[in-house]
């Protein structure tokens, strides 16, 4: 099925398109969201709220993108709106979560696991993944959207709806705070 008639599927109501667009977009949708949240049942939710969305909203689909495009900026956004939510109001409310009273770990890095990760890889994974969390919000996207889902700096502006320079700009500055935060880290 070439992608104009998925879409006329989905106009359509066609339970066949949509089957196809679940199979075709799952592993993305599911591995971006993951990327963002880093809680598998959260991401499992957000992937099939963004089914929902895609298939209600398919007649505000604009084909001058790729659906592809829209279903990354649909993932994305409604990742970093759940995050949003669960941000206390204070500037470090959600670094703060993530630890304890005592400063220690409460993400326990062996309960981690993202598609692709080897075994013996997933506590430094993990601990990456904290400090990714760590990057504001369009960084920390930019940032997955890139290493995680491997996709181009066009890519990545059409979906976050910018320039590629501003994708360059987030990712540099991503890179940059990353960089500093792994320094500082013990050990």
Do not use: C
């Not at 084909?63 to 709106?81: F, M, N």
């Not at 930019?142 to 066009?154: D, G, P, Q, R, T």
């Not at 700009?169 to 500093?180: D, G, N, P, T, W």
Request: charged share 30%; proline share 2%; glycine share 4%.
């Amino acid at each position: 099925m070439t992608e104009t008639e998925l879409i006329r599927g989905l106009r359509t109501a066609d339970e066949a398109a949509f089957k196809e667009l679940v199979n075709r977009f799952q592993d993305s949708v599911y591995n971006t969201s993951l990327g963002l949240i880093q809680n598998t049942a959260d991401a499992e939710d957000i992937a099939q709220e963004v089914f929902i969305q895609v298939y209600k909203s398919i007649h505000q689909f604009k084909e001058a993108a790729q659906l592809s495009t829209w279903i990354y900026r649909i993932t994305t956004t409604k990742s970093l709106d759940f995050l949003r939510s669960k941000r206390r109001k204070k500037r470090f409310g959600f670094i703060k979560s993530l630890f304890g009273e005592d400063r220690a770990l409460v993400v326990d890095p062996e309960d981690f696991n993202h598609p692709g990760i080897l075994q013996e890889r997933k506590e430094e994974a993990a601990q990456l993944f904290t400090l990714i969390n760590q990057l504001p919000g369009n960084q920390r996207a930019a940032f997955i959207l890139n290493k995680v889902e491997e996709l181009s700096y066009k890519e990545i502006a059409a979906i976050m709806q910018t320039t590629e320079a501003s994708v360059d700009a987030l990712l540099q500055r991503a890179k940059k705070q990353l960089q500093k935060k792994i320094a500082e880290m013990p050990g």
